[in-house]
Every structure is written in C-alpha cells, then in structure tokens.
C-alpha cells in the first residue's frame, strides 16, 4: 500500500453536494454508507485521478458554515487552461460563488477561487501553456 492523502468534506447536506460534486466538477460517486436516519456517514467520490470523502454533519463534525467558514483551500488542478474556464463556470451555474475571478497569474497558472454552496473553498487552475486536448 502507497502512503495517500484524501480530504474529508463535512456537509450540512451529502446528497445535495454529491450532487452538485457530480454537475460543477464531473465528479463520481463510488461508494456511500448512510446510518439509520439516512445521514451519510461515509462517501467517497472521484473527480478524474483525484479523490476524496464526504459525510453529513453532525454534532462531532460541523460543517463551515456552522463555523462561519473554512481555512482550508482545496487546489484542485485540472488538465488544461481552457478546463479551468469550463469547471469554474460549472460550478458557478451549480450554486459556487465566485471569490477570485479566473484569470493567467503571474506564477504560471490560470486560476479563479470559488466558494461550493457548503462552504468548502476551491482552488482550480492549471499551469499556463497546458491548452485545450
């Protein structure tokens, strides 16, 4: 086994933001466990080679917006400039709110920095030079 790293996203609503994981990034789902009540307790999603895990919020996991936001910056990087374009404006469309808008930075990337609807802040670019495929 490879040492690995995934984020565990605490939402105040799984299935909507698997939804719109689903719609804003092309994001699948590829497993989910829910407890008695229906609350998930355990999802794991992919979006392209990347993934990470979700769960409701509950009262040992709150989610940002009950803390009034996050300090967690998710990059998410994706294979070509023109896609940065494309996912940021998905998930606008899906509910994002937009906090930089994308554009080339000085550092060698074309980015924009989004706020989801559950409070969880991205980070999605990738390097300039790297266009459409």
Not at 13 to 28: L, N, P, R, T, V
Not at 70 to 86: C, E, F, M
Not at 106 to 131: C, K, Q
Request: no cysteine; glycine share 12%; net charge negative.
């Amino acid at each position: 086994m490879t040492t690995s790293l995934r984020p565990r996203l605490i939402v105040a609503d799984a299935q909507a933001a698997i939804e719109f994981y689903a719609s804003a990034f092309g994001a699948s789902e590829l497993v989910r466990f829910t407890d008695d009540a229906g609350a998930t307790v355990h999802a794991e999603l992919t979006i392209g080679d990347a993934g990470f895990y979700l769960k409701d919020a509950d009262s040992d996991d709150p989610d940002p917006l009950a803390l009034g936001g996050t300090p967690v910056l998710l990059s998410l990087r994706v294979p070509t400039i023109d896609a940065v374009d494309g996912t940021v404006g998905a998930a606008v469309r899906h509910g994002a709110t937009v906090i930089f808008p994308v554009a080339d930075r000085d550092y060698g990337e074309r980015d924009g920095r989004i706020a989801d609807p559950f409070g969880h802040v991205w980070l999605i670019g990738s390097p300039l030079g790297v266009g459409a495929q």
